[in-house]
């Protein structure tokens, strides 16, 4: 019954390499988000969706690409994996594309190292 | 100037003390406020949103001053369980942008 759920918990791999993170909501939410935070802390968003349709993508590198399959469900590939992605990506997800008026809700997070 | 601005911190306060520290942002756009609480290796957690008028939630009270840019968030007769990062969290109505400060740590000292 978790509502925001992100799989894997923790991924190692080799730089150069190609994975991708999953996560899956419960809560009956039309929009997703991807946010990474690096080493110092810093929280940012990376990409959003509203019911299936991309809303936001801040400048991140095309290495960098999302896929929603549904509103239920936002995954993240990653290609030619580098050093600087070493960081933990959340998913989250709220209610509507409300400008955050009903706050998000988080995933527990991707711990993401890159060798 | 940063968008959203926080004082890193960490604050080290005594059990039972009460504390306080605010978050300035630079955007008079901004539309929608909250504060957000971080434990070490968790998701950031919804603490309460920020209303115009002031809020309060228990030992929590949210205060906006648009007029300043600023909110803040006081803890009274702290917990050892408030122990965390607070993350202010701002909204911007012209880009539908959220923005996460960078969190002020808290230590809550037994």
């Known amino acids: 019954d978790t509502a925001v759920s992100q799989t894997p918990k923790y991924l190692v791999t080799q730089m150069g390499n190609d994975k991708s993170i999953k996560c899956e909501q419960n809560?009956?939410?039309?929009?997703m988000y991807w946010y990474k935070q690096d080493s110092k802390k810093f929280l940012k968003i990376m990409f959003s969706?509203?019911?299936?349709?991309?809303?936001i993508n801040e400048t991140v590198p095309n290495r960098f690409s999302p896929k929603s399959p549904d509103k239920a469900h936002l995954n993240l590939h990653i290609n030619s994996l580098e050093l600087g992605d070493s960081a933990v990506y959340f998913c989250?997800?709220?209610?509507?594309?409300?400008?955050?008026?009903?706050?998000?809700?988080f995933g527990s997070g991707t711990r993401l190292t890159v060798v | 100037r940063k968008e959203v601005e926080q004082d890193p911190g960490p604050f080290n306060v005594p059990e039972g003390a009460t504390v306080a520290f605010n978050c300035t942002y630079s955007?008079?756009?901004?539309?929608?406020f909250f504060w957000y609480r971080q434990d070490c290796r968790k998701e950031p957690k919804l603490l309460m949103s920020?209303?115009?008028s002031g809020n309060e939630d228990g030992r929590f009270t949210a205060q906006l001053n648009r007029a300043s840019q600023y909110i803040s968030l006081l803890i009274r007769d702290s917990k050892l369980s408030d122990s965390a990062t607070y993350l202010c969290?701002?909204?911007?109505?012209?880009?539908?942008?959220?923005?996460f400060g960078k969190g002020t740590r808290l230590h809550i000292l037994p």
């Open positions: 969290v701002v909204n911007v109505r012209r880009d539908d942008k959220i923005i």
């Open positions: 920020v209303y115009s």
């Open positions: 809560l009956g939410h039309d929009t």
């Open positions: 969706y509203n019911n299936k349709e991309l809303i």
């Open positions: 989250a997800s709220s209610p509507t594309f409300n400008r955050g008026r009903d706050g998000y809700t």
């Open positions: 955007n008079s756009a901004s539309q929608s």
